[in-house]
């Protein structure tokens, strides 16, 4: 067997036990799904009325509008919760378990990257199908809702490298749980749960130059019009930057680990 | 060529240093045990020799390669069970063993089919399906023996193995590794306690203050460093002055509890006769008195001044109170 599908095999099969781990464990799970579809039913009934205000784009329904948010909820939370989770290994030693064997060490890393976009990916279905359920069109059709999952997936498996390195970095689960209002305050700083030309200042500055609204509105254009290439290279420009970052930052703080012991 | 060949290790964290030119062998096929006290500086060397910690000075090998050079095929020669066993509580005794065997690079079914006879080999076969988190710790550990047994690991390192077990789970464990040395396997076991060391090991290193005080195979540490001693429990009068009775026929060993004294004899059960007088002669009440043969644990006085076995019973009792 060559050396890159051994790999590839360890890579696949951590990252199954991240995910079965997301799933047996309910603080882990409840945030990537339950907080992010509770927040969607609350918004969406409450404040359903603001698609009516000047300046709000023009949507079939708030749902249809929301539902990028609530993706993108769930992958800021599963980019955490996977990071919780990487830290919970170090504490608990399972990590050295993992250093022991004949792998490449940043096979570790991947295998969590890959369990966080897994979820990414369920995290999309699961919204998209929520908002098919309760009437909302997706103006993109197959290809855009498809469109939509794959900047959804990638986006999580991004930002899981910022929450991977930082669980790397401190080894406590505590540090990166704390982390976690910090992910709402950076999120409701972006276009996720707003329209920008509907913010006040200094938020609507901040919304505009926030990273995480390009890939917002990367994902919610297939949603609410339809496939904008322009949109589109935004998303993912951005999810490749964040990416580059998480991965650079995950490999130093694995060294620095590996060098402490 | 050496299953394990140490020269001058070494490892410090800041301005500390926890292993200070540690020198060690270990020939193919024995069990070497690794003695020390809590903090003595076991784990670390064992991280050293796992590769999961880089030396700060010296050199190491083991299963011939050099642990910071080819650290990756040192980690294809080694089985792991470390201090604590390091298992997911969320994951079944079988998807750990499975994962472990796709970690070491085993094909699915042979992993699969590896996995089923490693539990059956550790009777958790019938738990095999269940959550670890519901394990006892005997289980665990036996769990995490099997997990570093996955791939048939030419060197295997136990550290601690049995610590805060039950004494039938530690039986159990010392079954396990003495039919894997049967089987040829390299075994180098992290112990406090020493009994432990004394069953199992062929030879023994004494490690203090992160350096090795003692070396050689369990009796001929014992015949050279290990005099008979006396040990007896005074009913009545001052310890003080039993203590002093004692001294006149022997060397009074650090006292290890209450009312216990300890005297090493020169001539074993000859000399009891002469401390039965002294005492006597200092109105002492003698409440038990028996002749202790040499154990690790005095070579371990010899050469520290103190006793081992005072910090391992404490660590002991706290895993058991946990």
Known sequence: ?261 | MPAIEVEGLERAFGDVLAVQGVDLTVDKGEIYGFLGPNGAGKTTTVRMLTTLLLPTGGRATVAGHDVVREARAVRASIGVALQEAALDPLMTGRELIRLQATLQGLPPAEGRQRADALLERVELDHAADRRVGGYSGGMKRRLDLAAALVHEPSVLFLDEPTTGLDPVSRKTIWEEVRALNDAGTTVFLTTQYLEEADQLADNVAIIDSGRIVAEGTPDSLKAEFGNPHIQLQIAEGSLADAERACAEVGRLLPPKDGRLIEVEVENGAADIPRVVRALDDAGIAVESLELVRPTLDDVFVAKTGYHIEDESEAADEEAVEA
């Open chain 1, 1 to 261: 067997m060559s050396a890159l599908v051994l790999n590839a095999r360890v890579v696949a099969a951590l990252g199954m036990r991240s995910i079965r781990q997301t799933f047996r464990r309910p603080q882990l799970i409840a945030p990537i799904i339950v907080f992010p579809t509770l927040l969607l039913a609350i918004q969406t009934g409450g404040a359903g009325g603001a698609v009516e205000l000047p300046g709000f784009p023009p949507v079939q329904s708030f749902l249809q509008f929301m539902l990028a948010g609530a993706m993108m909820q769930a992958l800021m939370l599963a980019g955490n919760s996977g990071g919780i989770a990487l830290a919970v290994d170090i504490e608990m030693g399972f990590t050295d378990r993992l250093f022991t064997a004949p792998i490449p060490r940043f096979a570790i890393v991947l295998g969590r990257l890959a369990g966080t976009a897994a979820l990414g990916l369920f995290a999309s279905c699961w919204f998209l199908a929520i908002g098919l359920i309760f009437g909302a069109e997706i103006e993109g059709g197959v290809l855009g809702a498809l469109l939509a999952m794959a900047l959804v997936t990638t986006a999580a498996l991004a930002v899981g490298g910022i929450g991977a390195a930082i669980a790397l970095r401190t080894g406590s689960a505590s540090v990166v749980q704390g982390l976690f209002p910090l992910v709402l305050v950076v999120l409701f700083l972006s276009t996720a749960f707003f329209p920008q030309e509907l913010m006040i200042e200094p938020a609507k500055t901040i919304a505009e130059y926030n990273p995480l609204s390009f890939v917002v509105e990367g994902v919610r254009e297939p949603i609410i019009a339809g496939i904008n290439a322009g949109d589109t290279l935004a998303a993912v420009a951005t999810i490749a930057g964040i990416f580059a970052l998480g991965l650079l930052l995950s490999d130093r703080a694995l060294r620095h680990r590996l060098r402490a012991g």
